[in-house]
């Protein structure tokens, strides 16, 4: 009954005007998140340094709009120009015992949350969690002293973390909705929150960047494949992901036809979540494989998408990264 109920909340977050029961509720957020920020932006409360430069990949609605892929891109990004990062994440949906925790390629992500394992498993950068940011970050500067910059995944509204630059992410399809906080629209912060950060990348087609999908590989043995290998017959698509439209869209695009099961964002998979009544291959998101990795079924696969940069926005990218590391406190070059 309730994820239906949350179901129809978020689809009116894109409809023209939401449920006028949650407007009160939305402004009475509203004044939470403004007297907050303010504290910050006022000097009542102070923002902790963490010993690098700190640069944050977030956005200010809820849901996916992109950022992981773009962080796993900005840290190959960052090594192109001889720079090693550092990523920190709150590990949304972890149950660890202690913090903060170093991620491997291999942890568990009922510990640590999906989206770190895939960055570490991607980047083999340092990857930190703990819901507090400042002791994920200043952990990983003492445990990896040769990082010279770090990146936070998501985290725009965690203003304890003193930061020397800001990314905005935007999805080119869902925008800011209907324009409302939350609980009546997607909105974490207001939409005049933007005129504070760095760059506000629009991710999309022909936008700032774009996700491609770069084939499949079966969970239990390694193997790939080419998207074109399945496009004799249907097949089950998973995602458990903020839009999982985006990624079913993508891979009709590529010329599958498709059988759609959506999840819940960080849903954690059980076998019988993937046992349909047949036995077509179920190609699911890299998000959703990481916490499906140890099940020994040969019809699943993983599909990575990857974030393609346009040449305009690699640029501003590069720039804000030198301006980062000239006049941050902690520069190391």
Excluded at 60 to 76: D, F, N, Q
Excluded at 225 to 237: N, Y
């Amino acid at each position: 009954m309730w994820q239906t109920l949350a179901r129809k909340i978020e689809a009116r977050w894109y409809a023209p005007r939401p449920y006028a029961a949650l407007m009160p509720l939305a402004l009475v957020f509203r004044a939470i998140v403004s007297t907050r920020r303010g504290l910050y932006t006022r000097g009542v409360l102070s923002p902790r340094r963490a010993g690098r430069p700190v640069l944050v990949v977030g956005n200010i609605t809820v849901g996916g709009s992109g950022k992981t892929p773009l962080v796993i891109a900005l840290v190959a990004r960052l090594a192109e120009r001889g720079l090693k990062a550092g990523v920190v994440a709150r590990g949304y949906g972890g149950q660890a015992a202690h913090y903060p925790l170093r991620v491997e390629a291999t942890s568990d992500p009922r510990q640590t949350g999906d989206e770190p394992v895939l960055i570490a498993q991607r980047t083999g950068a340092p990857v930190v969690v703990a819901p507090d940011r400042v002791a994920a970050a200043r952990a990983l500067c003492e445990a990896h002293p040769e990082v010279d910059i770090l990146l936070a995944d998501d985290g725009l509204q965690h203003y304890r973390l003193a930061r020397d630059g800001e990314i905005a992410v935007r999805d080119a399809t869902r925008g800011y909705g209907n324009g409302w906080m939350l609980p009546a629209g997607p909105l974490r912060e207001p939409v005049s929150r933007l005129r504070a950060v760095d760059i506000e990348a629009v991710h999309g087609d022909s936008a700032d960047y774009r996700l491609t999908l770069d084939g499949a590989y079966r969970l239990c043995d390694g193997q790939t494949a080419a998207l074109s290998d399945f496009a004799d017959g249907p097949v089950h698509a998973v995602a458990g992901i903020g839009d999982p439209a985006r990624f079913f869209s993508a891979l009709e695009a590529a010329g599958l036809t498709l059988d759609r099961h959506p999840m819940p964002d960080h849903h954690a998979y059980q076998p019988h979540d993937l046992t349909f009544a047949d036995d077509r291959p179920v190609l699911m998101t890299e998000k959703d494989a990481i916490k499906c990795r140890g099940m020994q079924d040969t019809r699943l696969w993983a599909v990575p998408a990857r974030a393609k940069l346009a040449a305009g926005f690699a640029a501003r990218v590069d720039g804000l990264i030198d301006r980062l590391l000239e006049h941050s406190p902690e520069k190391r070059r």
